[in-house]
């Protein structure tokens, strides 16, 4: 295909003293539409130098004097291979990539990607992206300024249990995928990335569809998908590494390799990472443990590539939070929690010492205790001109347990019989358990893709893949005060778990008029779930489901002019309910429902890599989106807890979320940027069934859980001096209700947080690039919580009390890191 290449300043054919070097920068852009193309890979001289930013930017700090091959390459276009002649004075380029041309590994993620043909909302970061905010925390920590994020820390310093919501929509409900595999739990659709420490050192690139999106493998989105992609092809052999420390006694050690493209067909890549800390809230330390292996072998017409990446944790358990008066200091409420029996006396002691950083565990094992390993066989196949085919095999194992010591416990509840002692008869007994899971998920996945050679007005995938996954839950005794007839390790409950999943899709973008674009997708999802056996309290948790899903979507596209777009489209997900949505029902709840939505989506986009109203060697993207989420039978947080710090839920009959989207980014000479985004929701509840102090019941419009008005997050960046990039990195979060009731008692203030970050590049004689770095979060030493939850009963007079408990953020910590690239 042909490439379009335009350049802003002279590229070819300048010379200048044999001695002179001089910076390159400039914008990579698809061909046909001007969108910008984050995370393309830029090679000088067959090494790797660097990725486009968000906005398709990038720079080359100094070319020496002669000719060079400027290689630009991004996953699903043709690879631009450009003679670059170095100079004294700056260059800029500006590339326009035509799509196809070439295999490559991302046959299963690009099908699954959405576009500017895809008629909804997304954001791509690149691996220069992640990489300039990886500094050890977790990767929904790495995403706070994107749209409609919110995150949280269960230790309040983005390092171990992490969480993040998109249009309040917690992970439970966003669909994320690697490689084209499903990541999310099969059982309790949680995605938990404390499993897969430092990630983002592997990925290449990365996508955050918001709403329903493009169908995709694994649960359905109700909120958003996350699309990571590790299938970068790095032609030249590279050795990396990073390391951080900082505040809460907080490590990270990162070291990566590759061998480059070995006979012209096998390469092999790899990572290893260690991240530490001891926490911000109290008893709250990590011990995170990661490796990440590909090897793989290309053809003209083929790419096959084996991966294994895995991880392991140990973190000290802190999802039972702190009470609100560790927070307010309130004596009174503090002693409420006592007259109730929330606290102890010895507990509310240690809450007067510890303060905000009071943790409620004091066993030196309450430890979580889990690894995860992923096998991952990709096959990428050309099938003529027209066609390829995108298929991957593919197996996770993981096992491992919670400890926990606990008081009083009643023996009949761990199927032991009461200790007689003479006249004496123990019925409870303090015990140190642990609960295990012990699972397999594997399956198959495919996408084929169609694209007429010379024709980019129709694009088609066929997809779909099968998945099974097997989960024995279980918990053993390991000591007690008093073990009847127990043995070590003595079983005290057992279930297994057996779900299949399967679904197929086919999706085509057609632009019918030079200014029109249209696109259909439709999906079938199967699942059955059988769960039998008996849940601690000798609970029996049989539950035996299935259920049939039809999800279409469809969209269009108008282009009012060259970088401006309009867009709508509607779809629909349907998702059936987690785990513990049938082992943890309420009293008086019917069984869990399966959840609908309805997504409309509509907005409009501008994107000028080089701003005609602004002026040269200036870009301009702005972006507004307006949602309409319509849900029935929505499964939302009711604000409590079960024993292992999953939220419980209910089904709400009719509610909706609805709300604008406004993203802009703003760069000029590649010396400063400013990129902003604001999202103004509506999060209600039709008909909300609430109760009153007389125990009658009143309907009203309320507001869902864990869902701001209001959220914000800004970005200024910019190089005050060559190879110093500086920026300040701002979030605001409005007020968030813990329950559905909307009390003002009830619940999370709104906040603000400013960090502070420094990047330095050094790119001494003796090795390619010494990074340094520098991040301060909280710069304005906020206490804030992020996160909380709720539950109340009426007190001896009769009163309704509400006894809620915090997450607190950390206050002013920093992180410092050192980087080289051989």
């Known amino acids: 295909?042909?490439?379009?290449?335009?350049?802003?300043?002279?590229?070819?054919?300048?010379?200048?003293?044999?001695?002179a070097q001089g910076p390159v920068s400039g914008t990579i852009t698809d061909a046909r539409t001007g969108a910008p193309l984050p995370g393309a890979t830029i090679l000088l001289d067959g090494a790797a130098s660097g990725a486009t930013d968000t906005a398709g930017g990038f720079s080359l700090t100094a070319v020496p004097a002669g000719t060079h091959e400027l290689r630009l390459t991004f996953v699903g276009y043709e690879t631009l291979v450009q003679t670059l002649q170095g100079q004294a004075g700056a260059q800029r380029l500006n590339a326009g990539l035509q799509p196809g041309g070439v295999l490559t590994g991302d046959a299963l993620v690009t099908a699954q990607r959405a576009s500017d043909r895809t008629a909804t909302a997304y954001t791509n970061l690149g691996k220069q992206d992640l990489a300039k905010r990886n500094f050890g925390q977790d990767l929904p920590y790495l995403l706070d300024q994107t749209p409609s994020v919110v995150v949280n820390s269960d230790a309040g310093a983005g390092v171990g249990y992490t969480d993040i919501r998109i249009r309040g929509i917690s992970n439970t409900g966003i669909n994320m995928t690697i490689n084209g595999i499903p990541l999310n739990d099969a059982e309790s659709h949680g995605s938990f990335l404390v499993n897969l420490p430092d990630l983002a050192s592997s990925i290449s690139s990365l996508q955050i569809q918001r709403g329903v999106g493009t169908s995709q493998n694994g649960g359905a989105a109700f909120g958003a998908s996350l699309n990571i992609s590790t299938l970068d092809n790095r032609r030249e052999a590279y050795g990396e590494t990073s390391n951080s420390y900082g505040s809460f006694n907080t490590w990270k050690n990162t070291v990566q390799f590759g061998t480059g493209l070995l006979g012209q067909h096998f390469t092999v890549d790899g990572r290893l990472s260690r991240i530490s800390t001891d926490g911000y809230m109290n008893r709250a330390s990590s011990d995170l443990k990661s490796y990440y292996l590909a090897a793989g072998y290309q053809a003209k017409n083929t790419l096959v590539k084996f991966i294994t990446f895995s991880g392991r944790e140990k973190t000290y358990q802190a999802w039972n939070?702190?009470?609100?008066?560790?927070?307010?200091?309130?004596?009174?409420?503090?002693?409420?929690?006592?007259?109730?029996?929330?606290?102890?006396?010895?507990?509310?002691?240690?809450?007067?010492?510890?303060?905000?950083?009071?943790?409620?565990?004091?066993?030196?094992?309450?430890?979580d205790n889990y690894q995860q390993n992923h096998y991952q066989l990709h096959l990428s196949q050309g099938l003529g001109s027209d066609w390829n085919l995108g298929a991957a095999l593919h197996l996770t194992r993981g096992f491992g347990y919670y400890?926990?010591?606990?008081?009083?416990?009643?023996?009949?509840?761990?199927?032991?019989?009461?200790?007689?002692?003479?006249?004496?008869?123990?019925?409870?007994?303090?015990?140190?358990?642990?609960?295990?899971?012990?699972?397999?998920?594997?399956?198959?996945?495919?996408?084929?893709?169609?694209?007429?050679?010379?024709?980019?007005?129709?694009?088609?995938?066929?997809?779909?893949?099968?998945?099974?996954?097997?989960?024995?839950?279980?918990?053993?005794?390991?000591?007690?005060?008093?073990?009847?007839?127990?043995?070590?390790?003595?079983?005290?409950?057992?279930?297994?778990?057996?779900?299949?999943?399967?679904?197929?899709?086919?999706?085509?973008?057609?632009?019918?008029?030079?200014?029109?674009?249209v696109y259909g997708d439709v999906q079938v999802r199967h699942i059955n779930y059988n769960l039998d056996g008996l849940?601690?309290?000798?609970?029996?948790?049989?539950?035996?489901?299935?259920?049939?899903?039809?999800?279409?979507?469809?969209?269009?596209?108008?282009?009012?002019?060259?970088?401006?777009?309009?867009?709508?489209?509607?779809?629909?997900?349907?998702?059936?309910?987690?785990?513990?949505?049938?082992?943890?029902?309420?009293?008086?709840?019917?069984?869990?429902?399966?959840?609908?939505?309805?997504?409309?989506?509509?907005?409009?986009?501008?994107?000028?890599?080089?701003?005609?109203?602004?002026?040269?060697?200036?870009?301009?993207?702005?972006?507004?989106?307006?949602?309409?989420?319509?849900?029935?039978?929505?499964?939302?947080?009711?604000?409590?807890?079960?024993?292992?710090?999953?939220?419980?839920?209910?089904?709400?009959?009719?509610?909706?979320?609805?709300?604008?989207?406004?993203?802009?980014?703003?760069s000029a000479n590649d010396k400063i940027s400013l990129s902003s985004t604001l999202t103004l929701s509506q999060n209600r509840i039709l008909d909300y069934r609430e109760a009153t102090t007389d125990s009658t019941f009143v309907l009203r419009t309320s507001t869902i859980s864990y869902s701001p008005s209001v959220i914000s997050a800004h970005t200024l960046e910019g190089q005050p001096l060559k190879g110093l990039r500086a920026a300040l990195l701002y979030k605001t979060v409005s007020r968030q209700y813990l329950d559905n009731s909307a009390s003002y008692n009830s619940r999370i203030k709104p906040y603000q947080v400013l960090d502070f970050r420094l990047r330095y590049t050094i790119r001494p004689v003796f090795i390619k690039e010494i990074e340094l770095g520098l991040l301060v979060n909280n710069v304005l030493n906020r206490r804030y919580a992020a996160n909380g939850y709720t539950y109340g009963y009426p007190g001896a007079d009769g009163q309704q009390q509400t006894f809620n408990w915090y997450y607190p953020q950390a206050t002013r910590n920093f992180l410092l890191s050192i980087g080289a690239k051989l």
């Open 535 to 666: 849940e601690d309290g000798q609970v029996d948790v049989g539950t035996h489901v299935s259920y049939t899903f039809f999800n279409p979507k469809a969209g269009a596209t108008f282009a009012l002019a060259e970088g401006q777009q309009l867009y709508a489209s509607f779809a629909v997900g349907q998702r059936e309910p987690v785990r513990s949505d049938f082992t943890d029902r309420l009293a008086g709840d019917q069984r869990a429902q399966a959840e609908r939505l309805n997504d409309f989506e509509g907005g409009y986009r501008l994107t000028q890599p080089n701003s005609s109203l602004l002026g040269p060697n200036t870009a301009l993207r702005l972006e507004a989106n307006y949602f309409y989420m319509n849900y029935r039978n929505q499964l939302v947080s009711i604000g409590q807890l079960n024993d292992v710090g999953t939220p419980l839920r209910t089904n709400v009959a009719r509610s909706y979320r609805r709300g604008l989207e406004l993203t802009g980014f703003l």
């Open 1 to 19: 295909m042909k490439t379009v290449l335009t350049t802003g300043l002279a590229l070819l054919g300048l010379s200048g003293a044999a001695w």
């Open 321 to 367: 939070g702190v009470p609100e008066p560790a927070i307010s200091g309130d004596q009174k409420l503090l002693q409420q929690f006592i007259d109730n029996g929330e606290l102890s006396p010895a507990d509310a002691e240690r809450v007067r010492q510890e303060g905000r950083r009071y943790s409620y565990y004091t066993y030196d094992n309450q430890t």
């Open 403 to 517: 400890e926990s010591f606990r008081t009083g416990r009643k023996l009949a509840n761990y199927n032991l019989p009461d200790v007689v002692l003479g006249d004496t008869t123990i019925k409870r007994t303090d015990l140190v358990d642990r609960k295990w899971l012990d699972n397999y998920f594997y399956g198959g996945t495919f996408a084929l893709n169609y694209q007429p050679k010379g024709n980019d007005k129709l694009q088609a995938t066929l997809g779909g893949a099968w998945n099974r996954f097997l989960n024995d839950h279980y918990g053993e005794v390991i000591w007690a005060r008093y073990a009847s007839t127990g043995n070590i390790r003595h079983r005290y409950y057992f279930n297994d778990a057996a779900k299949t999943d399967y679904n197929a899709y086919a999706r085509a973008t057609w632009q019918v008029l030079p200014q029109l674009g």
